[in-house]
C-alpha cells in the first residue's frame, strides 16, 4: 500500500514483482480493488475474490 497520494501504475506493479520475485512466484493477474472483502474477524475472503473476479488460470 503506498503511502500518501503516490500510486504506482499497475504497469509499474508487474514490472517490480517480475524485478523481485522468482518467475514462478510473481503474479499472472493482478486486479486492483478498493478494498478486500473480509470476515467479522478480518480475514480476506478469498472465495467473495474469486466470485468478483474469476479464477486465475494456472496453466
Same mark, same amino acid.
Given at each position: 500500500v503506498p503511502a500518501?497520494?503516490?500510486k504506482p501504475t499497475l =504497469?509499474?506493479?508487474v514490472e517490480h514483482t517480475k524485478s523481485q520475485l522468482a518467475s514462478y512466484? *510473481?503474479?499472472s493477474y493482478? *486486479?486492483?480493488v478498493d478494498e478486500l472483502p473480509r470476515n467479522p474477524l478480518g480475514k480476506v475472503l478469498k472465495t467473495e475474490l474469486r466470485k468478483q473476479h474469476? =479464477? *486465475?488460470d494456472n496453466g
Open positions: 500518501g497520494d503516490d =504497469e509499474e506493479l512466484k *510473481a503474479p493482478v *486486479a486492483i474469476g =479464477e *486465475a
